[in-house]
């Protein structure tokens, strides 16, 4: 019986960094710099280069990070915010928390990403910002959504909590719009044995707004310039997510090669690899095929111990959450349709070698090919 192959193995990766990590650890444990302080701004700069920007601001999730970015693009009641209707919660959530509207549009069925022809449409009188993500680590085709910000006067902010050092037209994720927000969340491409977030700006002012956006809005020790939120790093992720920023470039090398043999093997079993849209590097965030029968497809590989994911089930428009949006099936087809045929297969930088080999064969029988 060939060993199991789970969707996702974390211990490995923080096996392997063992020693390095419990030194960046004991480095703040002896410093007593908890929150923020000088690890945590080491890493604000070696990410800011990692994407090619000149500010990055460390906060406690991505979640933060796309509240924090919206809110200093100003960001608020009565606004609109166009966003796609397949991603993570938090995507469209930060829009309501700032008493703001997420307008969805549908997306491109070859990305997954906003299609920009629909996002042009959904602008309305009322938007403030464009919110496309990159989704499964693919950039957003942000030519033409950039467009259409500078013509309507909008901001333009990625969420790109799923594309560390992806690339789109030769630029970083986090380099593409005004503002880029990350997550290290642990199983992001690069994760924090714990929560983390980045903003990512070239504007020295929206990057000072967002440091007083993350710490009270202090101005002076408890002066308070205006209302804010305690959104900051801690001193230990940033220790630890600078020693793993070291390992990404091999770390999305070898994701990339998994998914390069996955992209071989599957046209072999009918079916097609995640489309690499022209110009743009994909990270592999997740790796995902369109498969037939897909409830059944997952129990038969799960009976040979091969785990597989669900991202995402149900769009958002259709979440119990947004019931107040008011939208209904149909209302997003693409979304919808992915909603219900995308497979996720296992990918990560440990992944053994053989086992797209094995993840293809045992598809290939559960589809009867
Ligand atoms: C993970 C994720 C977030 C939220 O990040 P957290 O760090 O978990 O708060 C937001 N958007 C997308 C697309 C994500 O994948």
Same mark, same amino acid.
């Given at each position: 019986?060939?060993?199991?192959?789970?969707?996702?193995?974390?211990?490995?990766?923080?096996?392997?960094?063992?020693?390095?990590?419990?030194?960046?650890?004991?480095?703040? /444990?002896?410093?007593?710099?908890?929150? =923020?302080?000088?690890?945590?701004?080491?890493?604000?700069?070696?990410? +800011?280069?990692?994407?090619?920007?000149?500010?990055?601001?460390?906060?406690?999730?991505?979640?933060?990070?796309?509240?924090?970015?919206?809110?200093?693009?100003?960001?608020?009641?009565?606004?609109?915010?166009?966003?796609?209707?397949?991603?993570?919660?938090?995507?469209?959530?930060?829009?309501?928390?700032?008493?703001?509207?997420?307008?969805?549009?549908?997306?491109?069925?070859?990305?997954?990403?906003?299609?920009?022809?629909?996002?042009? %449409?959904? !602008?309305?009188?009322?938007?403030?910002?464009?919110?496309?993500? @990159?989704?499964?680590?693919?950039? &957003?085709?942000?030519?033409?959504?950039?467009?259409?910000?500078?013509?309507?006067?909008?901001?333009?902010?990625?969420?790109?909590?799923?594309?560390?050092? +992806?690339?789109?037209?030769? $630029?970083? %994720?986090? &380099?593409?719009?005004?503002?880029?927000?990350?997550?290290?969340?642990?199983?992001?491409? =690069?994760?924090?044995?714990?929560?983390?977030?980045?903003?990512?700006? &070239?504007?020295?002012? =929206?990057?000072?707004?967002?440091?007083?956006?993350?710490?009270?809005?202090?101005?002076?020790?408890?002066?308070?310039?205006?209302?804010?939120?305690? #959104?900051?790093?801690?001193?230990?992720?940033?220790?630890?997510?600078? !020693?793993?920023?070291?390992? /990404?470039?091999?770390?999305?090398?070898?994701?990339?090669?998994?998914?390069?043999?996955?992209?071989?093997?599957?046209?072999?079993?009918?079916?097609? #690899?995640?489309?690499?849209?022209?110009?743009?590097? @994909?990270?592999? @965030?997740?790796?995902?095929?369109?498969?037939?029968?897909? &409830?059944? !497809?997952?129990?038969?590989? %799960?009976?040979?111990?091969?785990?597989?994911?669900?991202?995402?089930?149900?769009?958002?428009?259709?979440?119990? #959450?947004?019931?107040?949006?008011? @939208?209904?099936?149909?209302?997003?087809?693409?979304?919808? $349709?992915?909603?219900?045929?995308?497979?996720?297969?296992?990918?990560?930088?440990?992944?053994?070698?053989?086992?797209?080999?094995?993840? !293809?064969?045992? =598809?290939?029988?559960?589809?009867?090919?």
């Amino acid at each position: 019986m060939p060993t199991t192959i789970p969707f996702l193995d974390l211990p490995p990766q923080n096996r392997a960094l063992r020693p390095a990590l419990e030194a960046a650890l004991r480095r703040v /444990l002896d410093s007593g710099a908890f929150i =923020l302080g000088p690890e945590v701004q080491a890493f604000e700069s070696e990410f +800011a280069a990692l994407c090619g920007v000149e500010h990055a601001v460390a906060v406690n999730s991505g979640t933060s990070a796309l509240l924090l970015a919206l809110a200093a693009a100003k960001v608020g009641p009565g606004d609109e915010v166009v966003t796609t209707p397949f991603s993570f919660i938090a995507t469209a959530s930060v829009i309501c928390h700032l008493g703001a509207r997420p307008v969805f549009a549908d997306i491109d069925p070859l990305s997954y990403c906003l299609d920009p022809e629909a996002a042009a %449409a959904a !602008v309305s009188e009322r938007t403030r910002a464009l919110l496309p993500v @990159h989704l499964f680590g693919q950039p &957003a085709d942000m030519a033409p959504l950039r467009k259409i910000a500078a013509r309507h006067g909008l901001a333009l902010i990625e969420d790109a909590a799923q594309a560390h050092a +992806a690339e789109y037209q030769g $630029r970083r %994720a986090g &380099a593409l719009g005004d503002s880029g927000c990350f997550s290290f969340y642990p199983t992001k491409n =690069l994760g924090a044995l714990g929560e983390g977030g980045m903003v990512t700006t &070239a504007d020295g002012a =929206l990057a000072e707004q967002l440091r007083s956006l993350r710490d009270w809005g202090q101005q002076r020790k408890y002066i308070h310039a205006q209302l804010a939120w305690n #959104a900051r790093m801690e001193g230990m992720q940033g220790a630890v997510l600078r !020693v793993k920023l070291r390992q /990404l470039p091999a770390w999305t090398a070898a994701r990339r090669a998994h998914a390069a043999r996955y992209a071989e093997l599957l046209p072999g079993i009918g079916l097609a #690899a995640p489309c690499e849209a022209p110009q743009r590097l @994909h990270v592999y @965030h997740v790796f995902n095929v369109r498969v037939p029968r897909r &409830a059944q !497809v997952r129990e038969a590989l %799960a009976e040979q111990g091969i785990g597989t994911g669900i991202v995402y089930p149900l769009p958002l428009h259709l979440q119990p #959450a947004f019931a107040e949006l008011g @939208h209904a099936p149909g209302a997003f087809p693409e979304a919808e $349709r992915a909603a219900q045929e995308l497979l996720a297969l296992p990918i990560y930088p440990e992944l053994p070698e053989d086992a797209p080999e094995r993840v !293809v064969k045992a =598809l290939g029988q559960a589809l009867g090919r």
